[in-house]
């Protein structure tokens, strides 16, 4: 299984990679990650390939490769959507960040993102993953309302997420991650 994440720095791509790997390894299989942070720490693009299998020789998944993509952010979902499979999985955020030329001026951002994600991927999912987050108690828990959602539609086993969730957050912010978690598990559609 090959799930691309893509987001912008600050939104929880690394952890939410490392709760997919512990993920699998509750689960008794190989996992292999790879990141790639660029300019994280400026608002910048990120990209972590998770790959679970029995035997995973490689952590790189290659275009049009991946089973699911996770995006934290519509214009990352278009950005990365030549990874996934045919029938492969989109799921995003259905939120916007603008990048610095959106920001300063230089450029707009496009229009109409979503309607086209939605007309040529016939497994893409949108969830305000943000407003169910900030519904848990903090607005940065939305990549694990995500992890829900993945877990639902993808049919992961929930109690095992759960626990890689658990096994993965600071003790402070369990609680609320577990919320999180349930609600996107709820909402998903």
Known sequence: MNILIAGVGGQGTLLTSK????????????????????????????????RIGDKVHSPVIWPGGADMIIA??????????HFLKPDGIL???????????CITGAAAYPSGIKEKLLEQ?????????AAIAHEAGNVKS?????????????????E???????????EKFRALNSKAFELGYERVK
């Open 142 to 158: 939305a990549n694990v309302v995500m992890l829900g959602a993945l877990c639902k539609l993808f049919g992961f086993d929930k």
């Open 19 to 50: 709760v997919l790997g512990r993920y699998a390894e509750l689960c008794g299989k190989d996992c292999k990650l790879s990141e790639v942070h660029g300019m994280s720490q400026r608002g910048g693009s990120v990209t972590t390939h998770v």
């Open 91 to 101: 799921l995003v955020n259905d939120v916007r960040i603008l990048p610095m030329p």
């Open 72 to 81: 934290f952010e519509v214009l990352e979902a278009a950005r990365v959507k």
């Open 121 to 129: 991927i016939n497994g893409a999912f949108f969830i305000d993953a």
């Open 160 to 170: 095992k997420m759960a626990q890689a969730v658990t096994d993965c957050v600071p």
